[in-house]
């Protein structure tokens, strides 16, 4: 497959899990099930989407790399965090915010 196809399916499956995030932090409990689901294998295409990218575009193991796969951690157990800890939201919520910006700005910068 193409970097082009592993890149489209990487930024689409962070998005959705990035949205999904955020929904569980303001929904019901009774639609935790679900939003789990969702969230687990959009983490999952994640990471096959970023390590296909990254055989396909050769570059090895740079530090930032490693950072954008603790961002994706992070941000992939926050959702079920969220459900846990509702009264926390709001914390949560600005550590998710500050997880995709250190992701994104690693994305373009790749400081080291």
């Known amino acids: 497959m193409t970097p082009t196809f592993y890149h ?66 992070g941000l992939s157990a926050l959702a079920g965090i969220g459900y846990k800890r509702r009264g926390a939201a709001g914390t949560l919520a600005m550590i998710a915010i500050a997880v995709a910006f250190v992701a994104v700005v690693l994305v373009y910068t790749k400081p080291f």
Request: glycine letters at 10%; one cysteine or more.
């Open 8 to 73: 489209i399916l990487h930024v689409f499956s962070v998005l959705v899990l990035t949205g999904y995030t955020f929904y569980a932090f303001a929904a019901a409990p009774e639609t935790r099930k679900k939003v789990m689901i969702i969230t687990g294998v959009a983490s999952l295409l994640a990471l096959v989407g970023g390590f296909g990218l990254q055989a396909k575009l050769a570059v090895g193991w740079p530090g930032w790399l490693v950072v954008k796969i603790v961002c994706w951690l």
